[in-house]
Structures are given as structure tokens and as C-alpha cells.
């Protein structure tokens, strides 16, 4: 009998929804019939239906919403702009319950077995509730040991949430959960609203956050920062004043990656493939690069082929990189090597590494300078300088959290609520078709949105409504806007002001003196082999500034000289002398902070085998202008012009001319990530 | 300590917490991480390691239903290799749900995560034994 009522009272719904159609022909605001009917299904006493009949139902609910979804869109497109903002409002409610809808049906295809009854969505307050899988997204549980104690009997015990009792065994990760438990927190959530217009400050928070999840595919990182997202909200909402003030708030960008010019990984610069005539003398990057590829790194120009690693490197295969053994490993990451072969082979350029195709071999120690962060002076700047702000901004945080948590006796239940539910929500999201099918940057916005939604409804509204859990009083609204917010900002600009001291120390850390010992070994096919020892210093707070100068002095021997062609054990001596210069560049992109850099080369060479012979020179002389333009997205074009006033080989002058492209992959990556932050 | 999700733990009071951080894949640049507990008035957070292993450790010494908060920064200073990353493990007493904690990388892009530590599990003989020195 029950299920013949039910039956009729589902067909009576459903020709009810389908004379919405008709209906809408007959009135003059075909969305108010469509709303009516609506809340008429709504009032349905669903408590009897059976599962199959309760499915129908809601299927029948579904469309309902879906068709007044259409008539509002379609209303909103004639509307006044008085009538914009209310329509919208509740065309987003709507979206809400077709969500929960949706996702409510899904399960239910799931798992058709399940009783209905506690994954109905409460309709009396015409809103959606949580879904199943929404209450097993977290869990509030107490794990009371050796007894059913009501807690310490402390007073904020007394506010806490209905939470159940139980002495489970929880598992991992709350959704891993095989039996769904009933949360009261989750149940208890609001329906996501719009938040239009997030203060700048929130909606950067939201959108890392969201980048996050989408990026690792890992919903827990939509409360990573969930404790400040509920605070600027809360300062968003408790007044306009505060408001205001919140909005003003620098957006705060953490300190971060700057270009580094220092770079030079590559044959040396007598090479073919070489582009400037001088050679630097840092190889920090040699172990970064070492290391990301494994212990060795290969680097081909079209010329020539270069391997290299560094001690420390090989040293950090066993056990991994980590901060202390790096610290560990003391000279080892002084030393670097590289392996420079002729590349013959295009297609396969490891089939180039052999024996024959070696054209050098060498090895560079720092002796002086470093210019890492790891430089003590540096690391001196940063816990003196620096540290200390950063701690600020979080005190300035703690503070504002940890007051409004004593005040308010719903703070850290409703917080707790975000950061235990919105895991759930998003996993939810993410696994609706829309989102799998959509692009990564459409991820992310799906997810903000979701976030915001949740922030706006949950939180916002908390503060604003009149019987709102986080109702603030005039004694807190002042704490906000005279001392939260205030502390906020004084520690946001000292971290701006940091910003710029950081940049300006790590300028400075690549101008201070760096001097570095090489051994190259250069093999001949068609001649001798011979090794090179050179210095190398560079300097750049020096009496030429703004130009840097880069000395290099050597010289080289002969492994195994050969008297017929005149040569001795010493085979030259040379010296090479550079100024360099840098200015901005009009073709990067603004958060790119390359520059043009220029540089004037000299180089001296006394090959000592030359001497008596008439068809070469002994002393020969070398100029060269190099330059380096960076255009955007890490693309630069390196170009040089030399005049010599005789080759090694011959004793005619000679004009010659550089050029190639460059992708810095490092730059690239840190553009990249820079966009992808705004 | 019971793991709810990456960023939340439910506690005991009087429990000690332990935060390791270890940067890895930094080479020659410096890992820096900061973090503070709540507004450090009632506890301040000591790093019982060093700057290339901090060890934070403290004591839940809130009451039930209270949450304690762990603010962090981490900062990946100029130069620092792309793979690199910050493995934060976190620790308590008889740990449900773990290995606990979270790795921020140089690819994340939020790098401010908060720790809560919501006092919601209550151990019966510590509870007895504080009430009884509530009652004396």
C-alpha cells in the first residue's frame, strides 16, 4: 500500500514537471511557476519512499532545478541591473543543488544497494546537504581509550560540536574509510556561495592553493592554507573599514627566484663551438646540473658534446642531496669535472662519447670567493635580516588567529569544519567529468571557485548574518581593524622592503671575488695532446665598475712533445682580460629580470713553437666583442665579433663572427611558474 | 597523534609533537624554512635540529576541542634546483595513520602551509590523573 502512494505521489511530481513547459507559456514569469513547483517536490515527505521510488524522485527534482537553471539564464539576459545581482545569487544556489544532485545520483548508480535513507538531501531548508561521500570525507571522532570519558571536563569542551564517540580504528587518510562514518561537521556545511570580488590577498591564497591540487592532483592541499583563508575572510566580512583595509594589503609574494647571469657550462672558449674567448671562473651551476641528470649532465652545442659532474654529485648518488650531507661532503663540492667530445654523430649524440671523439678533458676547484646562498656572509644577512620578518608576517598571523580563537567560541570548530570537509569537496569535484576533461589552468579555476564558494558561505555569511556563529562585537571589529590588521601590514611591507634586500645581497653575492683553479686536457687527433692549467678571477666591485672583470692566465704543456715540430715541454703561455657590462633589456617580459650583457675581450697568446718558424707568429693577439640579448621565455641570443691578428696555425689576420640561440630552461621555468602564479 | 588529512592531526593533551624537516636536492643554496606556534605567547616552537634539519618539537598544552596551529614558510632562495624539496614528516605518540606529514616542492606554488593539531583525543588515565590534580 505504502508503495503505491509513493508511486502515485512520484507520478503526480513528474506530470507536474512535465506541465512546467506548458506552464511556462500560460504565465507571465515562467521562472516563478517553475520555482513553486519546485518548492511543492521539495516538501515531498520523502521518509517512505522506497530506493527505486526515492531515485525517481530525485531524478524528477533534478530536471525541475536544471529547467528553472535555463529559465534563469535566459531571464538574466533581458534583466535590469537591479535584477542582475539577485538572479545571479540564486541561479548559484541552483548550480549547487544540480551538483549535489548529480553527485548524489552517481553514488547512488554506485552503489544501488545502499540504503537511500542518510544520503537524502535535507529539503526543508530548501538546501542541499552534504553527500555520503562528503561525510566520510573527514571525521571528527573521539578515540576515548580505557573508558567512555567525557573529555578533561575543561570548559571549551563544553562547545564542542556532537562528536561521536567511538573507539574506532581509523585508517590513513579519512577517505580511505571502508564504512562511511557520520559526520557532523560536514553534515553541517553550507552550500558553497559566490564570492564575488575576494580581496586580492585571499583570492592569491585560494589560487596557490588551487594550483596545487590541481597540479598534484591532491585535494588535501586545498586546506594547506586553510587557517588564513578563514582569517581574511573573516577580516573581509567583519566591516567595511576592514574590508578596506585588507584590500590595501600588499599581495604577498614569497621571496623568491631572481635571474642568475653566472652560468657557463660548456667547452672551453678556444672550443670551435665556443662563442666568447674567455672563460668565467664559477661552475656552481656545474654541480646543479650534475645532479638533476643523475650524477652527470650532457650538454651539446651542435659542436661539440659536454659531460660533466662534480665530486659532490657522485658523492650525493649514495644517500641522496639533503642540506647536512652537503654540508658534509666539505671540499668535494669545490671540485667539478667535464668531458668535451666532437660531436659526429647528430642522431645519437651518446654514440659521439668514445674514446676518439674526446677533444678534452678537465677539471676546476674554487679556491676563493663563494657566491652561493650558502656563503656564510650571506647566510649571516638572511637569519639576521631576513628571518626575522618572516617570522613577523607569521606571529602577525598567529596572533590575529589565536585571539579571535579565544573570543569566539566557535572559531576552531568552524575552521576545523573547512579544513575536514573541503578535501572531500574537492576530491568530489575532481572527479566529475567536467573537471577531468578540463585543461589544468580550468582545473584551477574550478577549484578556487570551489574554494571561494566554501569561504563565502561557511565563513563570510558566519560573520555577517545576524545569528551567525562568528558574529563579531564592537570590542573585536576593533582588535581587527586597530591591531590584527595593522600588524599585518607592517609585517607585509617589512617582507616587501626584504624582498628588494634580498635581491640587492644576491646581486652583491655575484660580485664579490671568485677565483677558481682549472686543468684541461685538450686531445689532438692530428697533433699532440697538451694540458692547460689556468687561473681564473673574477671581480666585480673593483676600481672598473660598473664593468666586472674577468682575468685568465695559463699555460700549457705538452704530454709527450715532439722535437720534429719544434716543440718543447712548455707549449704557450696566454692571459685573456675581460670587461663586461650589463643594462635591462626591452624584449623580456616584466617579471624576467635578464639583462643585456656585454663584454670586451682581450687575449694574449705566446705559443713558444711558432718562434723561427716564417709561416706563423709566435705572439698572437686576439679582440672580441660579445654580447648577449635575452628575449622572452628564457630565449637569448648570444653573439660575438673577433679579430685576431693570426691563428695558431697560420699567420694571416683574420676577421670572425658568432652566433647561435640559447634556451635557458631554468629561466623558462621560473617565468613560467611566475605567470602561473597571478 | 591521528592523521585526519596532510595538514590535520587530532592530539592528546600533553602529548609532545615533533615537526622534521629535511630540504633535499638544494646543492649549494640555502634552505630556509621558518614556523612559529599559534602567537608563541603560552609556547614557543624550538628548533631542536639545525638550519639543514630543523626539528621542531612541542607539547599540546591546550585543553580539549582547542587546536593548536603551526604557521610555516618555506623559501626556495634563487638558484635553487628545480627538483627541490622540503619533506616535512610529523610525529606524536602511538601515531595513527602515518607516516604523517607533506612535501613542499619548488613546483608548489602555496608555500605557507599550516599544521593543525585539534585536541580531540583524550587518554582516560591522563585525564583521571589531571582531573584528580584539578580536584587537589
Request: proline residues 5%.
Given at each position: 500500500?505504502k508503495?503505491?502512494?509513493?508511486?502515485?505521489?512520484?507520478f503526480?511530481?513528474?506530470?507536474?514537471n512535465s506541465?512546467?513547459?506548458?506552464?511556462?507559456?500560460?504565465?507571465?514569469?515562467?521562472?516563478?511557476?517553475?520555482?513553486?513547483?519546485?518548492?511543492?517536490?521539495?516538501?515531498?515527505?520523502?521518509?517512505n519512499?522506497?530506493?527505486?521510488?526515492?531515485?525517481?524522485?530525485?531524478?524528477?527534482?533534478?530536471?525541475?532545478?536544471?529547467?528553472?537553471?535555463?529559465?534563469?539564464?535566459?531571464?538574466?539576459?533581458?534583466?535590469?541591473?537591479?535584477e542582475?545581482?539577485?538572479?545571479?545569487?540564486?541561479?548559484?544556489?541552483?548550480?549547487d543543488?544540480?551538483?549535489?544532485?548529480?553527485?548524489?545520483?552517481?553514488?547512488?548508480?554506485?552503489?544501488?544497494?545502499q540504503?537511500p535513507?542518510?544520503?537524502?538531501?535535507?529539503?526543508?531548508?530548501?538546501?542541499?546537504?552534504?553527500?555520503?561521500?562528503?561525510?566520510?570525507?573527514?571525521?571528527?571522532?573521539?578515540?576515548?581509550?580505557?573508558?567512555?570519558?567525557?573529555?578533561?571536563?575543561?570548559?571549551?569542551?563544553?562547545s564542542?560540536?556532537?562528536?561521536?564517540?567511538?573507539?574506532?580504528t581509523?585508517t590513513?587518510?579519512?577517505a580511505a574509510?571502508?564504512?562511511?562514518?557520520?559526520d557532523d561537521?560536514c553534515?553541517?556545511?553550507?552550500?558553497?556561495k559566490?564570492?564575488?570580488?575576494?580581496?586580492?590577498?585571499l583570492?592569491?591564497l585560494?589560487?596557490?592553493?588551487a594550483?596545487?591540487?590541481?597540479?598534484?592532483?591532491?585535494?588535501?592541499?586545498?586546506?594547506?592554507?586553510?587557517t588564513?583563508?578563514?582569517?581574511?575572510?573573516?577580516?573581509?566580512?567583519?566591516?567595511?573599514?576592514s574590508?578596506t583595509i585588507?584590500r590595501?594589503?600588499?599581495?604577498?609574494q614569497?621571496?623568491?627566484?631572481?635571474?642568475?647571469?653566472?652560468k657557463?657550462?660548456?667547452?672551453?672558449?678556444?672550443?670551435?663551438?665556443?662563442?666568447s674567448?674567455i672563460?668565467?671562473?664559477s661552475?656552481?651551476?656545474?654541480?646543479?646540473?650534475a645532479?638533476?641528470?643523475?650524477?652527470?649532465?650532457?650538454?651539446n652545442?651542435?659542436?661539440?658534446?659536454?659531460?660533466?659532474?662534480?665530486?659532490?654529485?657522485?658523492?650525493?648518488?649514495?644517500g641522496?642531496?639533503?642540506?647536512?650531507?652537503?654540508?658534509?661532503?666539505?671540499?668535494?663540492?669545490?671540485?667539478?669535472?667535464?668531458?668535451?667530445?666532437?660531436?659526429?654523430?647528430?642522431?645519437?649524440?651518446?654514440a659521439?662519447?668514445r674514446?676518439?671523439n674526446?677533444?678534452?678533458?678537465?677539471?676546476?676547484?674554487?679556491?676563493?670567493?663563494?657566491?652561493?646562498?650558502?656563503?656564510?656572509?650571506?647566510?649571516?644577512?638572511?637569519?639576521?635580516?631576513?628571518?626575522p620578518?618572516?617570522?613577523a608576517?607569521?606571529?602577525a598571523?598567529?596572533?590575529?588567529?589565536?585571539?579571535?580563537?579565544?573570543?569566539l567560541?566557535?572559531y576552531d570548530?568552524i575552521?576545523?569544519?573547512?579544513?575536514?570537509?573541503?578535501?572531500?569537496?574537492?576530491?568530489?569535484?575532481?572527479?566529475?567529468?567536467?573537471?577531468?576533461?578540463?585543461?589544468?589552468?580550468?582545473?584551477?579555476?574550478?577549484?578556487?571557485?570551489?574554494?571561494?564558494?566554501?569561504?563565502?558561505?561557511?565563513i563570510?555569511?558566519?560573520?555577517?548574518?545576524?545569528n551567525g556563529k562568528?558574529?563579531?562585537?564592537?570590542?573585536?571589529?576593533g582588535?581587527?581593524?586597530?591591531?590584527?590588521?595593522?600588524?599585518l601590514?607592517?609585517?607585509?611591507?617589512?617582507l616587501?622592503?626584504?624582498?628588494?634586500?634580498v635581491k640587492?645581497?644576491?646581486?652583491d653575492?655575484?660580485?664579490?671575488?671568485?677565483?677558481?683553479?682549472?686543468?684541461?686536457n685538450?686531445r689532438i687527433?692530428?697533433?699532440?695532446?697538451?694540458s692547460?692549467?689556468?687561473?681564473?678571477f673574477?671581480?666585480?666591485?673593483?676600481?672598473f665598475?660598473?664593468?666586472?672583470?674577468?682575468?685568465n692566465?695559463?699555460?700549457?704543456?705538452?704530454n709527450?712533445?715532439d722535437?720534429?715540430?719544434?716543440?718543447?715541454?712548455?707549449?704557450?703561455?696566454?692571459?685573456?682580460?675581460?670587461?663586461e657590462?650589463?643594462?635591462?633589456?626591452?624584449?623580456?617580459?616584466?617579471?624576467?629580470?635578464?639583462r643585456?650583457?656585454?663584454?670586451f675581450?682581450?687575449?694574449?697568446?705566446?705559443?713558444?713553437?711558432n718562434?723561427?718558424?716564417?709561416?706563423?707568429?709566435?705572439?698572437?693577439?686576439?679582440?672580441?666583442?660579445?654580447?648577449?640579448?635575452?628575449?622572452?621565455?628564457?630565449?637569448?641570443l648570444?653573439?660575438?665579433?673577433?679579430?685576431?691578428?693570426?691563428?695558431?696555425?697560420?699567420?694571416?689576420s683574420?676577421?670572425?663572427?658568432?652566433?647561435?640561440?640559447?634556451?635557458d630552461?631554468?629561466?623558462?621555468?621560473?617565468?613560467l611558474?611566475a605567470?602561473?602564479n597571478? | 597523534?591521528?592523521?585526519?588529512?596532510?595538514?590535520?592531526?587530532?592530539?592528546?593533551?600533553?602529548?609532545?609533537?615533533?615537526?622534521t624537516?629535511?630540504?633535499?636536492?638544494?646543492?649549494?643554496?640555502?634552505?630556509?624554512?621558518?614556523?612559529?606556534?599559534?602567537?608563541?605567547?603560552?609556547?614557543?616552537?624550538?628548533?631542536?635540529?639545525?638550519?639543514?634539519?630543523?626539528?621542531?618539537?612541542?607539547?599540546?598544552?591546550?585543553?580539549?576541542?582547542?587546536t593548536h596551529?603551526?604557521?610555516m614558510?618555506?623559501?626556495f632562495?634563487?638558484?635553487?634546483?628545480?627538483?627541490a624539496?622540503y619533506?616535512?614528516?610529523?610525529?606524536?605518540?602511538n601515531d595513527?595513520?602515518?607516516?604523517?606529514?607533506?612535501?613542499?616542492?619548488?613546483?608548489?606554488?602555496?608555500?605557507?602551509?599550516?599544521?593543525?593539531?585539534?585536541?580531540?583525543?583524550?587518554d582516560q588515565t591522563?585525564s583521571d590523573?589531571?582531573?584528580?590534580?584539578?580536584d587537589?
Amino acid at each position: 500500500m505504502k508503495k503505491v502512494i509513493s508511486l502515485s505521489l512520484v507520478f503526480s511530481l513528474i506530470v507536474l514537471n512535465s506541465l512546467v513547459c506548458v506552464a511556462q507559456t500560460e504565465t507571465g514569469d515562467p521562472c516563478k511557476k517553475l520555482r513553486l513547483d519546485i518548492e511543492r517536490m521539495e516538501k515531498a515527505h520523502t521518509e517512505n519512499f522506497t530506493p527505486a521510488v526515492y531515485k525517481v524522485y530525485k531524478e524528477a527534482l533534478l530536471k525541475a532545478y536544471k529547467e528553472l537553471d535555463g529559465c534563469l539564464e535566459h531571464k538574466l539576459s533581458g534583466a535590469s541591473e537591479t535584477e542582475v545581482a539577485s538572479l545571479r545569487a540564486e541561479k548559484v544556489a541552483l548550480e549547487d543543488k544540480i551538483l549535489f544532485f548529480e553527485i548524489a545520483l552517481r553514488q547512488s548508480e554506485v552503489s544501488p544497494n545502499q540504503n537511500p535513507a542518510p544520503e537524502r538531501p535535507a529539503l526543508t531548508d530548501a538546501q542541499p546537504q552534504a553527500t555520503p561521500s562528503m561525510q566520510h570525507a573527514s571525521s571528527a571522532l573521539v578515540v576515548r581509550e580505557n573508558g567512555n570519558g567525557n573529555g578533561n571536563g575543561t570548559s571549551s569542551a563544553s562547545s564542542a560540536q556532537p562528536l561521536t564517540s567511538t573507539a574506532a580504528t581509523p585508517t590513513s587518510t579519512p577517505a580511505a574509510q571502508d564504512t562511511p562514518q557520520v559526520d557532523d561537521l560536514c553534515k553541517d556545511l553550507q552550500p558553497g556561495k559566490a564570492y564575488d570580488n575576494p580581496p586580492p590577498i585571499l583570492s592569491t591564497l585560494v589560487n596557490r592553493s588551487a594550483a596545487d591540487v590541481a597540479n598534484f592532483d591532491d585535494p588535501d592541499n586545498a586546506v594547506a592554507s586553510i587557517t588564513q583563508m578563514v582569517l581574511y575572510t573573516i577580516f573581509d566580512a567583519a566591516s567595511a573599514n576592514s574590508s578596506t583595509i585588507l584590500r590595501g594589503l600588499e599581495d604577498y609574494q614569497y621571496l623568491s627566484e631572481t635571474a642568475r647571469t653566472d652560468k657557463q657550462i660548456g667547452p672551453a672558449p678556444n672550443s670551435d663551438g665556443a662563442v666568447s674567448a674567455i672563460e668565467k671562473p664559477s661552475f656552481a651551476r656545474l654541480l646543479g646540473f650534475a645532479i638533476e641528470h643523475g650524477g652527470i649532465t650532457k650538454k651539446n652545442n651542435g659542436t661539440n658534446l659536454t659531460l660533466s659532474t662534480s665530486l659532490y654529485s657522485l658523492y650525493a648518488m649514495t644517500g641522496g642531496d639533503t642540506a647536512e650531507r652537503y654540508q658534509e661532503a666539505g671540499f668535494l663540492n669545490r671540485i667539478g669535472v667535464a668531458a668535451t667530445f666532437a660531436v659526429a654523430d647528430q642522431n645519437d649524440e651518446l654514440a659521439n662519447v668514445r674514446r676518439n671523439n674526446l677533444s678534452e678533458w678537465s677539471a676546476k676547484v674554487r679556491l676563493f670567493g663563494d657566491r652561493s646562498t650558502r656563503s656564510k656572509r650571506f647566510q649571516e644577512f638572511w637569519d639576521l635580516k631576513v628571518r626575522p620578518l618572516i617570522r613577523a608576517r607569521l606571529l602577525a598571523l598567529g596572533h590575529s588567529v589565536e585571539s579571535l580563537s579565544k573570543q569566539l567560541k566557535d572559531y576552531d570548530v568552524i575552521e576545523r569544519q573547512s579544513k575536514r570537509c573541503l578535501p572531500g569537496l574537492a576530491q568530489q569535484r575532481m572527479a566529475q567529468a567536467d573537471y577531468k576533461a578540463a585543461g589544468k589552468d580550468e582545473q584551477k579555476r574550478i577549484i578556487a571557485d570551489l574554494i571561494l564558494q566554501h569561504l563565502r558561505a561557511n565563513i563570510f555569511n558566519q560573520v555577517r548574518d545576524e545569528n551567525g556563529k562568528l558574529k563579531l562585537s564592537d570590542e573585536q571589529l576593533g582588535q581587527i581593524e586597530g591591531d590584527f590588521l595593522p600588524r599585518l601590514k607592517t609585517a607585509l611591507d617589512n617582507l616587501v622592503l626584504a624582498d628588494a634586500a634580498v635581491k640587492k645581497e644576491i646581486a652583491d653575492l655575484a660580485k664579490g671575488p671568485l677565483a677558481t683553479f682549472a686543468f684541461t686536457n685538450y686531445r689532438i687527433p692530428t697533433g699532440s695532446d697538451y694540458s692547460e692549467t689556468k687561473f681564473l678571477f673574477e671581480q666585480d666591485k673593483g676600481l672598473f665598475r660598473p664593468l666586472k672583470l674577468v682575468g685568465n692566465v695559463g699555460m700549457t704543456f705538452y704530454n709527450k712533445p715532439d722535437p720534429l715540430l719544434n716543440q718543447k715541454r712548455a707549449r704557450d703561455f696566454s692571459a685573456a682580460l675581460s670587461f663586461e657590462g650589463s643594462s635591462r633589456s626591452p624584449f623580456t617580459e616584466d617579471e624576467n629580470r635578464s639583462r643585456i650583457t656585454y663584454s670586451f675581450v682581450g687575449r694574449y697568446e705566446r705559443l713558444f713553437e711558432n718562434r723561427r718558424l716564417p709561416v706563423r707568429k709566435p705572439d698572437i693577439g686576439a679582440f672580441q666583442f660579445v654580447m648577449e640579448i635575452p628575449f622572452f621565455k628564457g630565449l637569448s641570443l648570444p653573439l660575438s665579433a673577433t679579430y685576431a691578428n693570426a691563428t695558431e696555425e697560420e699567420r694571416k689576420s683574420h676577421f670572425r663572427f658568432n652566433f647561435g640561440m640559447r634556451l635557458d630552461t631554468d629561466k623558462l621555468f621560473e617565468l613560467l611558474r611566475a605567470a602561473s602564479n597571478r | 597523534m591521528r592523521k585526519v588529512n596532510k595538514f590535520s592531526y587530532d592530539v592528546r593533551r600533553g602529548e609532545k609533537i615533533t615537526i622534521t624537516v629535511v630540504p633535499k636536492d638544494f646543492l649549494g643554496e640555502l634552505p630556509s624554512v621558518e614556523a612559529t606556534l599559534d602567537d608563541e605567547e603560552d609556547q614557543k616552537l624550538v628548533n631542536t635540529g639545525t638550519n639543514n634539519k630543523p626539528i621542531f618539537v612541542f607539547t599540546v598544552k591546550k585543553p580539549f576541542n582547542a587546536t593548536h596551529r603551526v604557521f610555516m614558510e618555506f623559501t626556495f632562495l634563487p638558484g635553487t634546483p628545480d627538483k627541490a624539496c622540503y619533506e616535512v614528516t610529523i610525529g606524536g605518540q602511538n601515531d595513527v595513520g602515518c607516516p604523517c606529514g607533506f612535501k613542499i616542492c619548488k613546483t608548489n606554488q602555496n608555500l605557507e602551509p599550516v599544521i593543525s593539531f585539534d585536541v580531540l583525543l583524550v587518554d582516560q588515565t591522563n585525564s583521571d590523573s589531571e582531573s584528580a590534580q584539578e580536584d587537589a
